[in-house]
Nanobody
Framework: VQLVESGGGLVHPGGSLRLSCAASGIMVHLYDMGWYRQGPENQRELIAEIGTGDITNYADSVKGRFTISRDNAKNTVYLQMDSLKPEDTAVYYC????????WGQGTQVTVSS
């Protein structure tokens, strides 16, 4: 299983980014998939998830601003991030929930003026 995150970068507060997670070795539509993040002084936390029935859930800190989705044809999971805040600065990872796959490199998101 390999999950490769991309799409991070430096953005001003209020800006947007779309992260991508390209999967190989699994079909993402068969599993619950999540986006996680880890800030400089924080533990890794689950912020968005999408179930096999496409039901989504979000952490309170990102609800209403972030949207998780997936493209089954591309075997890719996305995280659309809008209205970004400085506290969203973190390394973002995607992961297959409930499985002990190795974590990818993640993608750095920095929100700063």
């Amino acid at each position: 299983v390999q999950l490769v995150e991309s799409g991070g970068g430096l953005v001003h507060p209020g800006g947007s980014l779309r992260l991508s997670c390209a999967a190989s070795g699994i079909m993402v539509h068969l599993y619950d998939m999540g986006w996680y993040r880890q800030g400089p002084e924080n533990q890794r936390e689950l912020i968005a998830e999408i179930g096999t029935g496409d039901i989504t859930n979000y952490a309170d800190s990102v609800k209403g601003r972030f949207t998780i989705s997936r493209d089954n044809a591309k075997n890719t999971v996305y995280l659309q991030m809008d209205s970004l805040k400085p506290e969203d600065t973190a390394v973002y990872y995607c992961h297959r929930k409930f499985w002990s796959d190795a974590w990818g490199q993640g993608t750095q998101v920095t929100v700063s003026s």
